[in-house]
């Protein structure tokens, strides 16, 4: 399988004060093309640092991280901004759905910032109708339940066709039956598009359905 992702010695530190805090001190992994991979750990373990560096918004300060073998961090601004655009897909704890924007208009906004003369309005439809929206495709957040709103935030996020598509808790504020059929289609999903697959949860039903489980710990990662 190809390594869609590899990291190395991956070193990021916060100053408080006079104090310097390693929240990651070395990390280093590869995973493939259409793996899954849940990170765990405590709270203020370095989860969503972690997952910040792999989305190319923050750098590390020592180490590398190679995307589709492309180191993204030695990229000028626009090419980053591009970069990251094409090759990877975001899906939050919050939907930031736009309110004034129907589901549709919310799918496509990834695809608005580097105008093309091609047409995504159709694939925009065909992932609505695999998160089970094509018929509230006009509608706007204010009019859609919390799941259905994620459910359009998972499409956004698969816009582009990215690579590497990284979920910060995406089912931590939907209650459990729903939290489940968002995860039901964000998995079929990541299969049915092949991506790389990078999960932070608290959850541990959702983090067992991942291929690998990664736990940080003051600083360090260990699959589990």
């Known amino acids: 399988m190809a390594i869609a992702l590899a990291l190395s010695n991956v070193r990021k530190h916060f100053s408080r004060g006079d104090q310097t805090i390693e929240i990651l001190r070395g990390i280093s992994l590869t995973a493939a093309v259409g793996q899954s991979l849940a990170v765990v750990g405590p709270s203020g373990s370095g989860k969503s640092t972690l997952l910040h560096l792999l989305g190319t918004l923050e750098a590390p300060d020592a180490g590398q991280i190679a995307i589709g073998g492309q180191d993204p961090n030695a990229l000028s601004e626009p090419e980053l901004a591009r970069f990251r655009n094409e090759h990877i897909g975001f899906v ?11 589901a549709l208009e919310n799918t496509l906004l990834p ?4 105008p093309s003369d091609r047409d995504h309005r159709p694939r925009a439809r065909d992932l609505l109708a695999a998160v089970g929206l094509a018929g509230r495709i006009d509608h706007r957040p204010g009019e859609l339940s ?11 996020a698969l816009i582009n066709r990215p690579g590497l598509l990284l979920c910060d808790e995406p089912t931590g504020s939907l209650d459990r039956q729903t939290a489940t059929t968002v995860a039901d289609l964000l998995f079929t999903l990541h299969r049915a598009e092949d991506t ?9 039903e959702l ?5 690998r489980r990664l736990e940080l710990s003051e600083g360090l990662c260990v699959e589990a």
């Open 146 to 156: 919390g799941g259905e709103c994620q459910r359009v935030a998972v499409a956004r």
């Open 92 to 102: 939050f704890q919050q939907h930031h759905l736009l309110p004034q924007y129907s």
């Open 196 to 204: 790389l697959l990078v999960v932070v949860t608290h959850d541990p």
């Open 207 to 211: 983090a067992a359905r991942c291929d």
């Open 111 to 114: 695809t608005l910032a580097f």
